[in-house]
């Protein structure tokens, strides 16, 4: 089952310059995690890791942005709401990229379970979003 961009748009709470450019930075994070993992360029997990960081950052700008032009539109409440769930679903998001590179690095002895626990509450903040929706 294939979602429609206005499923995705509803139900994970981004707009479409969010999606794009989280498909954007993980196109360039692929070709550069395949290089490093084919050893033909050498360098350190963080360096591989920072087109998504700088997603992170660059979604986050966009989200204050958002933010500000609802309030001043008098949007009180769905500039509250919005600013509320974006900022949430980018610390999670980003917690996971930060435990996965400092496991990947052996700067922490973590478990894969400690690393991807962000996720999980992602995927249920996310099922509880779909079913307020529907």
Avoid: H
């Avoid at 994970?12 to 070709?31: D, R």
């Avoid at 966009?62 to 509250?80: D, P, T």
């Amino acid at each position: 089952m294939i979602f429609s961009l206005k499923e995705l748009v509803k139900w994970l709470g981004l707009t479409i310059i969010e999606i794009l450019l989280n498909l954007i930075a993980v196109t360039v994070f692929s070709v550069m995690a395949t290089l490093k993992l084919e050893n033909y360029i050498s360098m350190s997990w963080w360096s591989t890791f920072v087109p998504l960081f700088i997603c992170d950052g660059l979604n986050a700008y966009f989200c204050v942005i958002v933010f500000i032009r609802q309030y001043l539109e008098g949007m009180y409440k769905a500039a509250a709401l919005r600013s509320s769930w974006s900022f949430i679903q980018l610390l999670l998001v980003f917690l996971f990229k930060l435990l996965l590179c400092l496991k990947l690095e052996g700067q922490k002895n973590l478990v894969y379970s400690e690393v991807v626990s962000p996720l999980f509450i992602l995927l249920m903040l996310i099922m509880i979003r779909a079913c307020q929706l529907n």
